[in-house]
């Protein structure tokens, strides 16, 4: 590429995936120039299960270190449809004041999923329940819910995502463009970029093969992430970039995902490092 773009785009990132210890993450994000977490998990929890004591704690911890969070990296909508909503919307009313504690308005999360084998379509009423319900509460509290594609909910693919766009898209309801799950879920990314790019407002940097669902670094797999990425700037996107690796197994990935594919490494530094790099390629 000779040319840089998203110059004005802050990079983010999943920083739990360098370690599990936030200080170490803190550590390598310093020397690399990032200033900025997408907090999903750090120190033995995940952000959901921290009080507001310690969310308050971690603030103070972030902010002397000159790192602020750009979104909450939320479970929130990751549980299957079946399941009883209402212990989950209070996992969701916490989250919400946790994200003001974080000092930000974003928060990623999900649209539940599908019973393997059942056709999404069949769980399309409940889903927009329960969408609605959330999104309202989000609209009371000045916060914007991300919704990420991912494999396996309803909003895996980039029609059923362009359905809850239509419904909810606002100040308070907003999409986030993640290639490597639109990749392993069969989706062409540069269909779902044009079906999607009104909507867009949030990136989340990681790529996968076609032919296997392994995640690669950004751009060398089938994404279409350098091309997308050009768009964008053309566009004038001005969001972030949120670097989410998933090039080494780390603490939490179990819960993270309904079916692991381990990676075989376990070095997070390293790894992290390998995905930045890849991500400074792109970006010129």
């Keep these: 590429m000779d040319r840089k773009i998203l110059t004005k785009c802050p990079v983010s990132c999943f920083a739990d ?6 200080d170490k993450q803190i550590a390598l994000l310093q020397e690399l120039g990032i200033g900025w977490i997408e907090f999903r998990s750090g120190d033995g929890k995940g952000v959901a299960d921290y009080t507001e004591k310690e969310a308050e704690m971690l603030m103070s911890r972030l902010s002397a270190n000159g790192i602020r969070i750009s979104a909450v990296g939320s479970p929130i909508g990751k549980i299957d449809i079946t399941q009883d909503f209402e212990p989950h919307f209070e996992t969701y009313r916490h989250i919400v004041e946790l994200a003001g504690i974080l000092d930000t308005s974003f928060i990623r999360m999900f649209s539940f999923f599908m019973p393997e084998g059942e056709e999404p379509d069949k769980f399309r009423d409940e889903v927009m329940r329960r969408m609605d319900r959330m999104v309202e509460y989000a609209a009371g509290r000045n916060v914007v819910l991300l919704h990420e594609n991912e494999k396996g909910i309803y909003g895996d693919s980039a029609a ?3 359905d809850l766009m239509k419904l909810f898209y606002g ?20 269909e779902a970029y044009e079906m999607l790019r009104p909507y867009i407002s949030y990136i989340h940097v990681k790529d996968a093969m076609r032919e296997s669902g392994d995640v690669v670094p950004a751009g060398t797999g089938d994404g279409n992430v350098a091309e997308i990425l050009n768009r964008l700037d053309e566009e004038g996107y001005a969001g972030f970039l949120s670097l989410e690796p998933h090039l080494a197994d780390f603490a939490g ?8 594919k381990e990676r075989g490494r376990t070095d997070g530094e390293e790894a992290f490092c390998t995905a930045y790099r890849a991500l400074e390629k792109l970006l010129g």
């Design 160 to 162: 059923r995502c362009l």
């Design 253 to 260: 990935l179990k819960s993270l995902e309904k079916e692991v």
């Design 17 to 22: 995936e360098i370690d599990v210890s936030v």
């Design 171 to 190: 100040d308070h309801f907003r999409c986030t463009f993640d290639f490597a799950n639109f990749v392993q879920c069969g989706q062409d990314t540069m």
